[in-house]
């Protein structure tokens, strides 16, 4: 109560000065001791906070909408679905089943399953926990306002529904402004896996969390409410604009947010009125506790998707077309705003945060990572095989030992072992597929590809050092064997006729001749015809490849360890039989 209550008197006091008393304390220096929050007035009640921030900003929030705001297209769609309301009875009592046991709302941003319809059966559609927005389309402060110089944080709703990247093809998505990209964090509930930057595409409904019944909750969510549909519904405007770039628009973008707790869900719907007002108004309100209330809330849910598919997709893609067809999209470049500021954000992260709360909420699940101890398809190594090695020539050839990049986390690894290791646990399935940015996907494999390369070169660098040791050893024996006739010469020169007489018999064998003219012959007759067909092949890359192939290959096959102590054998007898002759 005392916080509120501060909040409440700062709020006041405010308004009382005019714009002195918040333009001090959004001018702070280093030395003042207010928090950091009051740069963007979350310190405020939620009175003043619609009076001293979002007002500047030309964000209204009204009781009612006007009827020819509501789209007739969407008005159909629902009551259509109301004809059909009892599919969500069984989902509606599982909700609640969790609720009773503490898996519903609570203190973390976590978003309970169940409360929404499924979008498993429409691949378009994305849904988002703690989606990561663009300050590109937060609305300007209107000019010439007066009053404390607030800055309007960037929206961070608890779930955010838009188009998966399965709706677009690729060079549409190159296309699309990156203020429309918003990445987020997917949770499985049924299979255990979490996917962090999952990528959605033109946010058309938000959720903001109430925390509670009470009026000052309800209307700051309605706040935060505001703020969320003026991004949305601005950031289609600007591709629309940019799109009909000096002709007339197609019309101008609404979008819907919701202000919902365990008991009770808020819809809003935003608008865009002609003087660039960015306005929001209660359009339905849910008492989540009632069969019938829940019920229409799925339906109401569910046709926000279907006239988004049906309405907005269109739109976009025919905006997307005019970019492609009129001119290339130049370089988008933020806006030289000097109130922006860079600030560090040394918070705990949103996707660790969702799995302590995934851990200790649905403790019986083995939460994991889907980037987790799953080994790239795409292997060098198990795509080719590992390489052939002689072992005649390689015997102490030994490959250096490759450890593995280290995860992210491995404290949520170990954890997920450890439950697997626990009687009665589910097994292990792979991860379900979710909508992605392509240049992640990309990305990945290329470090993929880098860190096998650096193994293949950790590889070579090892057997070229065996071959130099070979070389060395193979070196020394022909030098051993070379003053092993020195030797048995200077004996002779002793004793000139013992050795006369046992030289021919015992000291000289007789070489093998006719083996080692079937060998070069052999190797003669191989090597030209590889050469003759390879200078068949039309491609002069590909042939000179097939000449290289050629050779390595005659040369590993006849020039053998055997050989080469044949071919010692041969030089230190030439030796002997020049001394003899001399």
């Keep these: 109560m005392s916080v509120r209550s501060g909040s409440s008197r700062s709020g006041s006091g405010s308004g009382r000065d005019g714009g002195g008393g918040g333009s001090d304390s959004s001018r702070s220096s280093p030395s003042s001791d207010m928090p950091s929050s009051s740069f963007d007035g979350t310190h405020l009640s939620w009175r003043s906070f619609r ?48 609720v009773k046991t503490g898996r519903g709302f609570g203190p973390s941003p976590l978003f309970p399953p169940n409360l929404l319809p499924p979008i498993d059966q429409e691949s378009r559609l994305a849904r988002c926990m703690v989606p990561s927005l663009s300050r ?16 309007l944080s960037l929206p961070r709703p608890v779930l955010g529904c838009g188009f998966s990247a399965s709706a677009f093809t690729i060079k549409e998505l190159a296309t699309l402004p990156q203020w429309l990209h918003a990445s987020g964090t997917v949770v499985h509930f049924d299979t255990g896996y979490v996917s962090p930057s999952a990528t959605m ?83 339905c309100q849910f008492d989540l506790s009632k069969d019938a209330h829940f019920n229409k809330f799925l339906v109401w849910t569910q046709a926000i998707g279907e006239w988004a598919l049906n309405h907005v997709l269109p739109l976009v893609k025919e905006a997307i077309m005019r970019l492609q067809t009129t001119e290339s999209i130049p370089q988008i470049i933020a806006p030289n705003n000097p109130r922006m500021k860079l600030r560090v954000d040394t918070g705990i992260n949103n996707n660790e945060l969702l799995m302590s709360s995934l851990k200790t909420t649905f403790e019986n699940i083995p939460w994991r990572f889907d980037d987790e101890e799953f080994t790239p398809v795409s292997s060098s190594t198990a795509s080719w095989g590992s390489p052939m090695v002689n072992e005649q020539t390689f015997a102490n050839l030994s490959y250096p030992a490759v450890h593995p990049p280290r995860s992210t986390t491995l404290s949520a690894a170990a954890l997920a072992r450890k439950r697997l290791a626990v009687p009665g646990r589910s097994p292990i399935t792979p991860p379900p597929a979710y909508p992605q940015n392509a240049d992640l996907a990309l990305q990945k494999r290329f470090t993929y590809a880098m860190d096998e390369i650096r ?18 050893s193979l070196k020394k024996e022909l030098l051993s064997e ?16 013992t050795i006369a007489v046992s030289l021919p018999q015992a000291v000289i064998p007789k070489p093998p001749t006719q083996a080692s003219y079937l060998t070069v012959l052999q190797f003669s007759v191989i090597m030209q ?5 390879a200078s068949l092949i039309p491609n002069t890359a590909c042939k000179f490849l097939a000449f290289g192939v050629v050779t390595n290959v005659c040369l590993l096959t006849f020039i053998t360890p055997v050989s080469l102590a044949t071919l010692s054998t041969r030089l230190s007898l030439c030796r002997l039989k020049s001394w003899h002759q001399q």
């Design 455 to 472: 193994e293949l070169q950790q590889q070579i660098l090892a057997m070229k050092s065996d071959f130099s040791v070979s070389h060395d």
């Design 51 to 98: 009076s001293e921030v979002l007002a500047p900003h030309r964000i209204q929030v009204l009781d009612a909408p006007p009827k020819e705001r509501i789209p007739s297209s969407f008005i159909a769609i629902v009551e259509a679905a109301m004809q059909d309301t009892t599919k969500f009875d069984d989902q509606k009592t599982c909700f609640w089943n969790q």
């Design 136 to 151: 590109e389309a937060l609305p300007d402060r209107a000019i010439n306002q007066l009053g404390p110089l607030y800055e």
């Design 529 to 533: 015809s590889g050469q003759y067909l």
């Design 482 to 497: 070379l003053q092993a006739p020195q030797q048995q010469t200077e004996s002779i020169e002793k004793h000139p006729a």
């Design 201 to 283: 595409y033109c946010p058309f409904l938000t959720f903001e969390r109430a925390f509670g019944n009470r009026e000052h909750r309800v209307e700051s969510a309605n706040n935060q409410c505001a703020k969320d549909g003026a991004y949305t519904t601005r950031a289609l405007q600007m591709l629309y604009v940019k799109a009909w770039k000096g002709k007339m628009m197609p019309e101008l973008p609404v979008s819907f947010s919701c202000t919902i707790d365990n008991s009770f869900a808020l819809l809003n719907l935003h608008w865009i009125d002609r003087d660039q007002t960015y306005c929001m108004a209660p359009l």
